[in-house]
């Protein structure tokens, strides 16, 4: 069992940036891949970026690839999510979640834990 808790959010203007974190509290957080997932307004929970137990595999939604990085130190039990050229259809509230195996890293419904969520504004 592992809890996770997001942090980092706020208001940017378009093309700013913002690093949003994930901490986790439990021994075993360094076995599990991570995952971000963002829901905007109206909209269904998208898939973000993911990252797998040691950081040596990434995997990025296109629309994100090349301004978003996502990253992790286990010796913090941490995971951060780097956004960049941010825009204004990159609002919402921002998951990170975490899942025992690294298959089907985009689909919501393969993650067993999940944080409350912090929110990211963007401005026009």
């Known amino acids: 069992q592992i809890q996770l808790v997001e942090s980092g959010g706020g208001l940017v203007q378009a093309g700013g940036s913002l690093r949003l974190s994930c901490t986790a509290s439990?021994?075993?957080?360094?076995?599990?891949?991570v995952g971000w997932f963002l829901q905007s307004p109206g909209k269904e929970r998208e898939f973000v970026a993911a990252?797998?137990?040691?950081?040596?595999?990434?995997n990025y939604a296109a629309s994100r690839k090349g301004r978003f990085t996502i990253s992790r130190d286990n010796t913090k039990n941490m995971v951060y999510l780097q956004m960049n050229s941010l825009r204004p259809e990159d609002t919402g509230v921002y998951y990170c979640?975490?899942?025992?195996?690294?298959?089907?890293?985009?689909?919501?419904?393969?993650?067993?834990?999940w944080g409350q969520g912090t929110q990211v504004t963007v401005s026009s």
């Open positions: 990252i797998n137990y040691s950081g040596g595999s990434t």
């Open positions: 979640a975490a899942k025992i195996s690294w298959n089907s890293v985009s689909s919501e419904r393969a993650y067993n834990y």
């Open positions: 439990g021994r075993t957080f360094s076995t599990y891949p």
